[in-house]
């Protein structure tokens, strides 16, 4: 047959309004489909498909394109090598190397289906491409009506020059310049090391910045930042409700309500809990109301207050406390009202200092120091003095009080058990298995020795006292979160 014809679908789509069929060629029946060849056009009321090739099948009912297939729509084209075009429910089908084409740029697929009901567009097959400098892909993608928005889904990714995003579902905003992820949506920006998490993260296009985030998580080379709300001005963060900040090999972490990340450091308020682990896995932690974090020149200072608790390797209270860490070595700082404890040893001062490498750990008590070390079997061992040092290695532990000195020593030799008080303005001693032998004193010096038997143990309770004082400045009560610690001396009081 020569000539333009107009056919409404013969037999086959004449059930169907609004939908008509031009082609110039020839026409082939065969049975139940009709085989039409040369220019092909299938018209609706707003959308136009070409082919080069048309199959009318009438069970069901539908359109096999071949050629050249192309979908006009909304100002843009759909390509492919081939199509089908269902009647009675209006869809269209554009496979084989498909592409999209805009004015904004071009969409790839192995197949695209467009619902002509509806006027949403579908990839059936992974998807990929490019709008406005932005590049994607995804497991599917779906191009809404109207708005020319793009929707990618499963294993989204788009990025531009700056930032990469990933997430399970990802909406390209092209109205209102803005990329919206959600799911497991991820930000890694290409010129720094920072990585951002969220729920869902939004971001503004127009003004280059991150507009929204919940519940979201930051990595960056030195730390990794997490809280249910997450914003970003410039280089520093604000971080709100359940904030936990962790240091990239894990040896710190710090939670609390709400946190303030500068590029020098940070601020923490809100029953803050920081775990400070060292080389050899022992851990301290601190609880207080508030932290502020700073790094100096290679260093890392960390201070605590007011009100700070420790627990851990130590226990112990200060009302603030300084840590400073440089590389292998970790130096803390107590002030004020301060007292520390583990298993045998229990210390307080005005002031307490302690330093660890990986070769030893000195204590300093300073300023109305006391010391009490439980000896084997059960014994008490006291010093009082105005600054106690206590230097710790793997094999050994040496003491040295200085200032108006006085102590309570056992002398744990077979046959001559007994206690030693001293006063004098030195001494010093060594400490072997919680047992302490080769006391010495310098400066005007009193001391005497009762055997066992005659030891007065009244000292016991005096200390007693003046510790449970130490631990009503601790102020457990209303403090949430902190564990409790014994009074040291609890199986000596009767």
Request: glycine residues 8%; charged residues 30%.
């Amino acid at each position: 047959m020569k000539g333009a014809l107009c056919l409404f679908f013969f037999i086959l789509f004449q059930s169907v309004s609004a939908q008509e069929i031009h082609w110039k060629g020839k026409e082939l029946q065969a049975g139940t489909y009709k085989v039409i060849e040369g220019e092909i056009s299938i018209c609706t009321a707003i959308d136009t498909i070409t082919a080069r090739k048309a199959i009318l099948i009438n069970q069901p009912k539908r359109a096999v394109l071949q050629g050249n297939v192309v979908l006009r729509k909304d100002g843009s084209t759909v390509t492919g090598d081939s199509g089908v075009y269902y009647p009675n429910s209006k869809l269209a089908r554009v496979a084989g190397n498909a592409v999209i084409r805009t004015k904004e740029g071009d969409i790839f697929s192995e197949s695209f289906l467009y619902n002509l009901n509806d006027r949403q567009l579908n990839s059936e097959a992974p998807v990929h491409g490019n709008a406005k400098g932005i590049s994607f892909y995804a497991d599917r993608g779906l191009i809404l009506p109207k708005s020319g928005n793009i929707k990618l889904i499963g294993h989204a990714v788009w990025e531009n020059d700056t930032i990469k995003g990933l997430a399970d579902t990802i909406m390209l905003d092209k109205e209102n310049q803005l990329v919206k992820m959600s799911r497991h949506a991820k930000i890694i920006f290409k010129k720094k090391t920072d990585e951002l998490i969220g729920r869902y993260i939004e971001i503004d296009l127009k003004a280059n910045k991150i507009s929204r985030i919940e519940g979201s998580e930051i990595k960056r080379k030195d730390i990794i930042l997490k809280a249910s709300d997450i914003s970003r001005t410039g280089e520093d963060y604000e971080l709100k409700g359940n904030v936990e900040v962790i240091a990239t090999d894990s040896s710190v972490k710090s939670t609390g309500n709400k946190a303030s990340i500068k590029k020098e450091g940070m601020e923490m308020q809100g029953n803050t809990i920081t775990s400070i682990r060292d080389k050899q896995g022992k851990e301290i932690r601190m609880y207080a109301p508030e932290l502020r974090s700073e790094k100096s020149k290679g260093s890392d200072e960390y201070r605590f207050f007011p009100r700070t608790h420790i627990r851990g390797e130590f226990n112990g209270y200060a009302d603030s406390l300084f840590v400073l860490k440089n590389g292998k070595t970790r130096q803390i700082f107590l002030y004020r009202n301060c007292h520390l404890q583990n298993d045998s040893l229990y210390l307080e001062g005005d002031t307490i200092e302690i330093f660890q490498d990986s070769i030893r750990e000195i204590i300093t008590a300073k300023r109305n120091a006391m010391v009490v070390m439980l000896a084997r079997p059960s014994r008490v061992n006291t010093i009082y003095a105005a600054e106690i040092r206590m230097t710790k290695t793997d094999s050994l532990t040496e003491m040295q009080a200085k200032g108006d000195t006085e102590s309570n020593l056992w002398n744990e030799e077979k046959g001559n058990v007994g206690m030693n008080h001293t006063t004098a303005p030195f001494q010093k001693a060594r400490i072997l298995n919680r047992k302490i032998s080769r006391v010495t004193t310098k400066g005007n010096s009193k001391s005497d020795f009762q055997p066992l038997k005659k030891a007065d143990l009244n000292y016991i309770s005096s200390t007693s006292k003046r510790i449970g004082l130490s631990y009503q400045k601790d102020s457990l009560a209303g403090t949430s979160g902190v564990p409790p610690i014994r009074h040291f001396l609890s199986k000596f009081i009767r």
